[in-house]
């Protein structure tokens, strides 16, 4: 695999160019922007694959809520529909895409949309709602829009700074585009992480003169769906864990780390269960002699598998900030609201 995208390397040459190209011709405004009359809070990363940004968003969603009326718009990533809809309790993970859909059901009160076309999303938003603000769900290259505010993510072990263009490695565009954002949020770093290797992080991105902040991911005490457990009993059971995710790792190492017995089945990211796919994971839950055992699987999944698994389970996610980061991340996003209403 390794030499295969070696071999690829011409091709991850053109992707650059043409990348840099298309971002040069929206720094120029031959391609049109648009911007907003109200903050636009734009998350996302330079890498394909799992950074952290659900749990990110669902930070700033608790962070922002009280104090100001919030709209977040995402494209609904593989749903069956077109344009814009407003997200409700009528709503498939089909419809509208899993994330969004977990959003709408953790955060009722908070407007949440899907539209591929950001521009006319943000508009409909305008439209249709009292809105302060808009978190733009993996937007960091959707150039349409000008977000006031960029939050870039990369993950502890897979640094953006280490990585090269797709198709030899996992960029969608240069490590340049670093330079859009306001803050770097390094994702899903251990909670007990080594002062050393902070700073090693931190001299890597330092060049680009940007707030750096470190994150993990914090699991909840309580294994959610059928019922309520405590995440200490699944030490007494045997787990069958099925992932739709692009990274499962972190996961599967506080798994290993609570000492649960677990068989993992691993789906690709944003997976559609088909018919077929429910009958494998029935007949290998099935197939655990213990009787004492569950499906588990993360809250994205969840979404995606509950009507046709009854009897699954999910254990919630948050981003934390590590040491005293909090404060500072709260407050420089919170200046930035303020400061845009007072000049807008």
């Known amino acids: 695999m390794k030499l295969l995208r070696f071999l690829l390397f011409p091709i991850a040459i053109m992707y650059d160019l043409v990348t840099t190209f298309r971002n ?33 968003i669902e930070y700033l969603i608790r962070l922002l809520k009280n104090k100001y009326l919030i709209a977040v718009l995402s494209r609904g ?15 498939s993970a089909n419809e509208v895409g899993d994330e969004p859909l977990q959003f709408f059901k953790k955060f009722p ?46 993950k502890f072990d897979d640094l953006f700074v280490d990585d090269f263009l797709l198709p030899t490695g996992n960029l969608r565009e240069s490590r340049r585009g670093a330079e859009r954002a306001n803050a770097i949020i390094v994702t899903k770093c251990p909670e007990n992480f080594n002062e050393n290797h ?11 003169q940007k707030p750096i902040f470190l994150t993990a991911i914090s699991y909840s005490k ?13 030490s007494n059971l045997e787990v069958l864990l099925v992932t739709g995710i692009a990274n499962p790792s972190s996961l599967t190492r506080f798994l290993n780390d609570q000492k649960i017995t677990f068989q993992h089945l691993e789906y690709p990211d944003h997976h559609q269960f088909s018919t077929k796919d ?22 994205k999944d969840y979404v995606r ?22 404060q500072d991340f709260d407050n420089l996003l919170i200046s930035h609201i303020d400061q845009f209403s007072i000049n807008s």
């Open 109 to 154: 009160e908070v407007f949440v949309a899907v539209d591929e076309k950001r521009v006319s999303g943000i508009e409909q938003i305008l439209m249709h709602s009292n809105t302060d603000l808009v978190l733009l769900d993996d937007a960091y290259q959707h150039r349409k829009v000008t977000g006031s505010f960029y939050l870039l993510l990369t």
């Open 77 to 91: 990533y593989k749903r069956k529909t077109k344009g814009f809809i407003k997200v409700t309790n009528s709503h």
């Open 278 to 299: 429910i009958e494998q994971i029935n007949l290998q839950f099935d197939a655990i002699q213990n009787h004492q055992k569950l499906i588990l699987t993360t809250e």
């Open 305 to 326: 598998l509950s009507s046709d698994i009854k009897s699954c389970y999910y254990l919630e996610i948050e981003t934390t900030f590590l040491g005293n980061q909090k």
């Open 24 to 56: 040069f011709l929206f720094e120029i405004d031959f391609f049109k922007q648009k911007r907003f009359p109200i903050p636009v809070i734009v998350v996302g990363n330079l890498s394909v694959g799992g950074t952290g940004k659900t749990p990110q």
């Open 222 to 234: 309580i294994v959610k769906g059928f019922s309520e457990i405590l995440v200490d009993d699944l």
């Open 198 to 208: 902070q700073k090693s992080i931190e001299n890597k991105l330092g060049k680009y």
